[in-house]
């Protein structure tokens, strides 16, 4: 048997206050003999443990720890009674009930003074669930409860990292959202540059990218982030977000400071892409920056590519001769760098009133033949014998044979995946003169 003297608190409050109700007028009490039997079987059997086979799982210890009251107490009121459910459900970890209950009691006294303490505790129990945006969500409330406090910042910080951790857009700008509170609410330190980054990446992870750098320009103002090389790695997702918003002039501005902080080839590469592609960016911004990287990376291939860019600048700024200079320049290096054969014939004509001259396309001849003769690549050889053949000879000089011998040096010696072979042995078959010349193409 056990004494009730020993007993837990609800067993005790239990008997205490049927006695009570049943004596307590001095009427006869017609079931007071069952009643005691009752009581005496059960103190002789006693509440379950977990030796007993059905409640191996269960040990309900914890669970009548807390003292509670019976309905009807004096001193009990509703909620307390409810709160003491709670209790009892977190303690036995039966966690499903725990939030179904927690949540009901939250939103019917959300002004109690329990109320915080049991926002604490459900956002615990959430956590060991896999939703993480109901556990960010309980965060961010205790958060909202306490916005000013060290407990409720760690909650939100906790949130945003729960919010993240969903793979929906809706939820983890939840997290952008916050974070950029967060890095207001910070003073300037590691746990403002922790916001802040955040809330940087989940805009840009959702593609908001004018939002991503309102929140990356007020991360800057607070004179964060701490280091260059995280300085760096922000102002190179500032120029992408930009760029992809077709702010050219602002992407040149965010991808020069990060060279200045870290000069590299790929930042230096991004910074004349932003200005090929700022239309108000003139050639003299932009050719030291190219002849710069020219000298710096004499041996990267893209080397070509870029200097490209500054012709087509040239064409732009309508300066004509700087754009033929430079496209002559890349005939015998990397002809196919911007359509750099084509451009140049373009460009020779710098009078449009004046036609060219036949010595005018000699001139073109002797320049793509020579290019032909100097650049080692195949597939360039085969780019500048397409454009030789088409436009100088068929177009401008109206010599046939010599377009069909060039054409078939590019078939017989430079042949290639790409287009130039497979047309220029089109071209020889259907321009055949007559059944003899045919077969000799075929041959």
């Known amino acids: 048997m ?8 609800l067993l005790r409050h239990a008997v205490e206050a049927l006695e009570g109700a049943f004596s307590g007028d001095g009427a006869p009490d017609p079931f007071a003999d069952r009643r005691q039997a009752a009581r005496t079987a059960f103190e002789s059997a006693g509440l379950p443990t977990t030796r007993h086979e059905a409640w191996k799982y269960t040990d309900l210890r914890p669970a009548l720890k807390p003292d509670y009251a019976p309905a009807g107490h004096a001193t009990a009121t509703d909620a307390d009674l409810a709160a003491g459910s709670i209790d009892g459900l977190d303690a036995a970890s039966r966690h499903s009930d725990f939030i179904a209950s927690a949540r009901q009691w939250l939103e019917r006294y959300p002004k109690d003074p329990a109320a915080a303490d049991v926002e604490i ?24 409860r306490s916005p000013a406090s060290a407990l409720g910042r760690r909650h939100a910080v906790t949130a945003v990292t729960h919010y993240a951790a969903v793979n929906n857009k809706v939820v983890y700008s939840q997290a952008a959202t916050l974070a950029e509170e967060l890095l207001a609410a910070f003073p300037k330190g590691i746990s403002a540059e922790e916001s802040g980054w955040q809330a940087v990446a ?8 004018a939002k991503s750098n309102t929140s990356a320009t007020k991360l800057l103002a607070k004179g964060l982030p701490a280091t260059p090389t995280r300085k760096r790695q922000l102002y190179l997702m500032m120029g992408e977000n930009y760029g992809r918003l077709g702010q050219w002039a602002n992407a040149t501005d965010s991808y020069i400071k990060a060279r200045a902080a870290n000069d ?17 960016a003139k050639p003299a911004q932009m050719a030291p920056v190219v002849n ?4 710096k990376y004499p041996a990267r291939p893209d080397r070509f590519d870029r200097l490209g860019m500054l012709a087509n600048k040239y064409v732009q700024a309508k300066d004509l001769p700087n754009a033929n200079r430079i496209y002559a320049q890349l005939l015998p290096l990397s002809a196919r760098s911007h359509g750099a054969a084509s451009a140049y014939l373009r460009t020779r004509a710098t009078d449009p009133a004046k036609p060219a001259t036949p010595a005018d396309h ?36 109206k010599q046939v044979e010599k377009t069909r011998a060039t ?23 259907a321009n055949a003169t007559s059944d003899a010349e045919f077969n000799a193409e075929v041959v």
């Open 2 to 9: 056990i004494d009730l003297e020993k007993a837990p608190a």
């Open 121 to 144: 505790r459900l956002a615990a129990v959430l956590d060991r669930k896999t939703d993480r945006r109901a556990s960010g969500a309980a965060h961010e409330v205790v958060y909202r």
């Open 202 to 209: 989940q805009w840009r992870r959702g593609n908001e990218w």
């Open 264 to 280: 590299s080839h790929d930042v230096h590469y991004l910074v004349i892409t932003a200005l090929s592609n700022n239309q108000a």
């Open 292 to 295: 710069d990287y020219l000298r």
């Open 362 to 397: 000699a001139a073109s001849e002797k320049v793509l033949l020579d290019a032909i003769t100097r650049n080692p690549s195949h597939p360039d050889k085969a780019y500048l014998g397409y454009v030789l053949a088409f436009e100088v000879q068929r177009d401008r000089m």
């Open 407 to 429: 054409l078939r040096q590019i078939v017989s010696s430079w042949p290639s995946n790409e287009s130039y072979s497979t047309n220029a042995a089109s071209w020889l078959f």
